[in-house]
């Protein structure tokens, strides 16, 4: 699920959450502690209520971000500066050879090298947020991060077939823009100096990026489903000595479907989002 | 003076609307007793509901304190929080071990529908899978006989969400091992019986210590009380285990499923035991934690779960 969010700040700094009003809670896939959403089991003796937990974290959060480091300031404006620079590359790599070409068609080949290499990169804002630099949570971080290392590796990287899709340009679009609008939001309120056009476009673009971004990615997967059925790529069958199977297959398929509870959340989270730090809106948020 | 009433009055954290307001109280009442008054009046915020605090985005008071030992004037306001639709532990904890338990034994005897007709009610040809059977099964049992007869509750009640939550998890996985052990193209051990000997060793030592460990924690808190104190080994060797961690009845818990991991050789029960482990180690910290903030003469040899390590 390739995450057009930007209220997410992973790799975002200090400052970037600072205006952008109080870090976006994490994904509203459950409301006890953070990072619990992931594992189900019950929550046992002294699972304090998710409400505490979360505001002390919040409370954390601010504290933290005061005391950012002048080394991790350092490190996070270099690397909002990289990834900027790099997603700019990428943007005018991709305009000029549609200019050049006037077709799409061998456009993800010529980018492919420097669309791996940042995307990829973003690896690291998990570890900016696992050594606490960056006020999300950890798993939130590691769900973006990890729809669009998935959606480039083991959709667009190893399905060739379906590279020259149209698919593939709408959603490489998205993410473009989406990255060099964060990249550089975030970079500004580092440096404490926000243009109110970036903070302006990183929570409006989103509106329209989102959507298709997500159409992109969907109609991408879809087109490469006869084609993993057919070759029964990245797939284990029975017997085998660790008695597991595996079927990638039927895996996009509940990747696809989990789009439907998961976009119209993190849509809707974002838009509420824009309303407080845009309009000011104080929004009474729902209880635990 | 200290038998002068108090007047209490209830105010939403959120909107600071007031909700209730109570006359004559007692000073000596119990924050439990003032959520039974408030209930009167707001029947759809059963006791278990409620968290009644001081302060708005303060700790949630405790059912067993006093009202005259907090600092309020004569007038007590307290700001309450809708903690949402509650279930009981006990409630939760059944249904959770119910399932696994009944649906593995679906797996087992190869209900239709599940692997091809000519299959149906058929029996696996490997001693192990019926040991695995066994096992498995053994180690619900034990888990629900506990939670009715062992285990002493901190809490009563938890989020209703949890049980949609925490069945999944449970039930998804069971059907998920179960699917693969009970497959006719199930694969035994690669190192045969020495592996599945040696595999049941460890489970059986496991779930030994960790009922050991659960009666320990029982005989530590007496029959409805909340009490905490620091627990220490006993007679029971399998005891021995708090001298070097905090939560041993976790330890052995991860113990057993390696155990079986091990029996089965199936790759879906190593996830089960390394979410279950990841899980039960941000419980044991948190466990530490809370000790080592409780008791100042908390021993400092012991980690969280993991001797030495973790």
């Given at each position: 699920m390739g995450r057009l969010t930007e209220a997410a700040a992973a790799g975002g700094g200090a400052s970037a959450a600072r205006s952008a009003g109080p870090p976006p809670a994490p994904l509203p896939l459950s409301s006890t502690s953070p990072g619990c959403a992931a594992a189900m089991a019950s929550s046992e003796e002294d699972g304090t209520n998710g409400g505490a937990s979360e505001a002390s974290e919040e409370r954390e959060a601010v504290g933290k971000r005061r005391r950012l480091g002048l080394l991790a300031t350092i490190w996070l404006t270099f690397y909002n500066i990289a990834m900027t620079a790099g997603w700019l590359v990428l943007a005018i790599a991709m305009v000029r050879f549609y200019m050049e070409k006037g077709t799409h068609k061998g456009l993800y080949k010529s980018i492919q090298k420097t669309l791996k290499f940042f995307q990829t990169f973003a690896l690291l804002e998990i570890v900016h947020c696992l050594i606490g630099i960056v006020p999300t949570s950890v798993l939130v971080a590691g769900v973006q991060v990890s729809s669009r290392i998935f959606m480039v590796w083991l959709v667009t990287h190893s399905i060739k077939p379906i590279q020259n899709?149209?698919?593939?340009?709408?959603?490489?679009?998205?993410?473009?823009?989406?990255?060099?609008?964060?990249?550089?939001?975030?970079?500004?309120?580092?440096?404490?100096?926000?243009?109110?056009?970036?903070?302006?476009?990183?929570?409006?673009?989103?509106i329209i990026l989102y959507p298709v971004g997500v159409a992109g990615e969907l109609l991408t997967i879809y087109a490469a489903l006869p084609y993993v059925k057919k070759t029964g790529m990245f797939s284990i069958r029975l017997p085998?000595?660790?008695?597991?199977?595996?079927?990638?297959?039927?895996?996009?398929?509940?990747?696809?479907?989990?789009?439907?509870?998961?976009?119209?959340?993190?849509?809707?989270?974002?838009?509420?989002?824009?309303?407080?730090?845009l309009h000011g809106e104080v929004i009474v948020e729902k209880d635990d | 003076?200290?038998?002068?009433?108090?007047?209490?009055?209830?105010?939403?954290?959120?909107?600071?609307?007031?909700?209730?307001?109570?006359?004559?109280?007692?000073?000596?009442?119990?924050?439990?007793?003032?959520?039974?008054l408030f209930t009167k009046t707001h029947p759809q915020w059963y006791p278990a509901r409620q968290s009644l605090r001081l302060d708005p985005k303060g700790?949630?008071?405790?059912?067993?304190?006093?009202?005259?030992?907090?600092?309020?004037?004569?007038t007590a306001t307290l700001y309450f929080r809708d903690l949402g639709a509650q279930i009981s532990w006990v409630t939760v904890f059944l249904t959770e071990y119910a399932g696994p338990l009944f649906i593995y034994l679906l797996f087992y005897f190869r209900v239709p529908f599940i692997y091809g007709h000519k299959y149906d009610f058929t029996s696996s040809r490997h001693t192990v899978v019926h040991l695995a059977c066994i096992c498995h099964s053994f180690h619900y049992i034990k888990r629900l006989l506990e939670t009715l007869f062992v285990h002493r509750f901190s809490h009563g009640t938890m989020p209703l969400r949890n049980i949609f939550k925490n069945c999944t998890y449970y039930w998804g996985f069971a059907a998920w091992m179960a699917y693969y052990i009970n497959h006719p193209l199930y694969t035994p051990p690669t190192y045969g019986a020495q592996q599945v000997k040696l595999a049941l060793a460890i489970f059986v030592i496991c779930q030994l210590g960790n009922f050991s460990i659960h009666m320990a924690l029982r005989d530590l808190r007496p029959a409805g009380s909340k009490t905490r104190k620091i627990p220490y080994p006993t007679k029971n060797p399998f005891t021995w285990l708090f001298l070097l961690v905090s939560c041993p009845n976790y330890t052995y818990e991860v113990g057993s499923w390696i155990g079986f991991a091990i029996m089965t050789q199936c790759l879906p029960v190593a996830l089960f035991s390394l979410v279950g482990f990841t899980q039960m180690t941000i419980w044991a910290k948190g466990k530490h934690r809370s000790y080592l903030k409780e008791f100042r003469d908390y021993p400092p040899l012991r980690m969280p779960i993991i001797p030495f390590l973790l």
């Open positions: 899709e149209e698919s593939v340009v709408l959603f490489l679009v998205a993410w473009t823009v989406t990255e060099i609008t964060r990249y550089s939001f975030y970079t500004f309120s580092l440096l404490d100096h926000l243009p109110y056009f970036i903070k302006w476009a990183r929570y409006n673009f989103f085998n000595k660790y008695n597991v199977s595996f079927d990638y297959y039927y895996f996009l398929l509940i990747t696809m479907a989990s789009y439907i509870p998961l976009f119209p959340q993190l849509y809707f989270h974002m838009l509420r989002q824009r309303r407080k730090v | 003076a200290p038998c002068q009433p108090l007047k209490v009055e209830i105010l939403d954290a959120k909107t600071r609307e007031k909700l209730c307001f109570l006359d004559k109280v007692e000073p000596q009442a119990t924050i439990a007793e003032i959520k039974n700790k949630s008071l405790k059912d067993e304190d006093v009202l005259q030992k907090l600092p309020v004037g004569t």
